[in-house]
């Protein structure tokens, strides 16, 4: 018996000091469905490709939910090790000093080069501070794209257009062929913030939240009221089909050819692909020539991955070897093909084009094409406190003035009038 | 019955009998509601790195944004037409089902089934049923030449929403009409045959007295059930839209709570909400159970 007990307690020694010599990590993340497949993949790749380091991968729902979840695992003191963080939702933990610890210098503590210039431009300072320090590691990054049905345009003898301008015409001959010009799956994301993007204009003051904590919304512009009288306009002739605010409500009538065009994002590539038996193609996202003739690059959407503080030496070892197999080319590659979010570093797209992937599939290309466009002083990023309630507030009024019931100066006054309150609200709570 | 009062010595045991209760209640109630309450007069950041003692800020806050007490008229008017269709709709059913005298297990199995379904399941097969692209419902109300788009028109939205959460309600009140359907003596049914010949005056004058204690107890059970447990059921099907127009007051708390992280004004809604059941509850229990005889 005496021997039997000792024999166990030898056997659970053993056992502990195997444990101890692998570091084990917890990865929080929002990604169902394939994507969680694929999140899986990777993490059991890194897994088996060496043995000091686990990472155990842990779906916690949507992307608001994860954050959710690490906002209270946090104040319970136990939050993970990488989050995976959306944009909207960055402001929130970048802006609360000592909640996460900023990815560039857990490469450089733990003897990893970080370079922020082999990132991709339009990736880059999206989730950085004001100088320029990555603090988060932009995981699945997308970005807004016009999807077009090649036969419907045909039909009516059109391209897909470059301008807002073009698209007037191009949507009369689609509709005197019968046919709805488009849908667009996130209006907060495509026509509010990349519209700023695209056209290079300011979205808050603090140099867009990054030098600082904005107090002034400036949706309420007179470019944005224009493109949004417009759209009222378009839809009014039959131009725009709005089903309201769910993504997957506006992308089918694309898929079931009842729209030739859609807006969403360069990450719904390959599910178009499976969901679709017709023709399809990918180009940028339409700008307005009166408005800026020079527009360029987008904002990316998605996520990144964040490092909550409060860990030990050896798990912020465990997190730098894991950020490091995340940014290789050959796993953003896999990550790039299986899912159409965007490569994140140079080196990746670069192997992406030497496989001869985007010869093949030249639509899998534009976002980062896209993303590649020159920028300008408002093309970096956006840093905004409680933002996606405001996101909230935007559906919200934007519904209401596709239905008539407001007009859209009220509602961009509306929009902006809960967006300062949340961005002053935010500002109080930041110490 | 006389009242007694015998008093005994005392034996701790049934005090630790409840004290597993009591601990419960204190956990999973007390505790929190203690933690909205203190929540709602800070204003914090939402990791907990800081707050600061904001007095009624979060309150004023409330009541003067337009789009809170918007949502506050639409959950009592909400509140009030599902708790009285689910009621009335249950009680008509059960008084069918009960005057049925061949296959009648057979139609209470089937008008009691629903009620397995949870609220957020309810939802998601709703959504199917409703949704445009793939639904029958729309198709359906189409060829009457109603345009039925729940997710623009806020008007469909809404009755959308109440028409699912009747359905998913009418089976509870059905079992508990019919179990109290069930409990009036026969000798007093027979009675009333004798003496009335109206269907419907014996109804209104025996059997709806009658049946007035299980009655009073489902308003009490409705009223919360539209209040809270709809939340699962407007999470799946609308999200509080189109323009905010399907928000209830406990989707408003989730809102700025779980999506927005704000605390504090998240908190203030929850003690809101808290009030409002206990004044409820105050005037049911103040000025309906009177009316009511057991």
Known sequence: MKKQIFRSIAFLGMFSSAAMATTSIEWWHGMGGNLGETVNKMAEEFNASQSDYRVVPIYKGTYEETMTAGISAFRAGEAPHIIQIFDAGAATLMNAKGAAKSVQEIMIENGYGFDIEDYVPGVRYFYGDDKGNMIGMPFNASTPVLYYNKELLAKAGVQPPKTWEEFEGIAKKLKAKGIAAFSQSHTPWIFFENFHSRHNIMMTDQNNGFSGLPKKLNYNNKHLAMHLTKMKEWKDKGYYNYYGSNWGDNQTPFEKQEVAMWFGSSGSFGGLKKSTDFDFGTTYLPYWNSVNKDAGTTFIGGAALFSMAGHSKAEYKAVAAFFDYMTKPETQYFWHKETGYVPITTAAYELAKKDGYYKANPDAEVGILQLSLDGGEWTKGYRMGFYPQTRESIYREIDRVMSDKTSVDNALKAIVKDGEKNLSRFARTVK | ?294
């Open chain 2, 1 to 294: 019955m006389a009242t007694k009062r015998v008093q005994f010595s005392h034996s701790p045991i049934p005090y630790l009998f409840i004290v597993p209760q009591l601990a419960i209640i204190a956990v999973f109630f007390f505790w929190p509601a203690l933690q909205a309450l203190y929540l709602s007069f800070m204003l914090e950041d939402p990791w907990g790195l800081s707050s600061q003692f904001v007095g009624f800020e979060n309150y004023v806050e409330l009541f003067s944004s337009s789009e809170y007490l918007s949502t506050f008229a639409f959950t009592l008017l909400y509140s009030s037409i599902v708790t009285v269709f689910s009621l009335g709709v249950a009680l008509v059913l059960a008084v069918k089902a009960n005057a049925i005298l061949r296959g009648q297990s057979t139609y209470q199995l089937l008008l009691t089934w629903v009620y397995a379904i949870a609220p957020a399941a309810a939802g998601i097969m709703a959504y199917f049923i409703f949704n445009r692209n793939i639904g029958v419902v729309p198709e359906f109300l189409n060829s009457f030449g109603w345009d039925f788009r729940p997710d623009t028109n806020s008007f469909d939205a809404t009755a959308m929403v109440i028409l699912v959460s009747v359905w998913k309600q009418v089976p509870v009140n059905f079992v508990f009409f019919l179990a109290g359907l069930n409990s009036i003596s026969k000798s007093v049914r027979e009675a009333a045959q004798m003496d009335c010949e109206s269907d419907s005056r014996r109804f209104w004058t025996i059997t709806f007295p009658l049946l007035a204690p299980t009655a009073f107890f489902l308003l009490v059970i409705n009223i919360t059930y539209a209040f809270f447990e709809t939340f699962g059921l407007i999470d799946t099907l609308t999200q509080g839209r189109p323009g905010g127009s399907t928000t209830t007051l406990v989707y408003k708390v989730y809102q700025d709570g779980f999506i927005g992280a704000d605390l504090g004004l998240s908190s203030a809604q929850s003690v809101v909400l808290m009030l409002l059941v206990l004044l409820l509850t105050f005037v049911q229990f103040k000025f309906i159970e009177r009316k009511v005889h057991y």
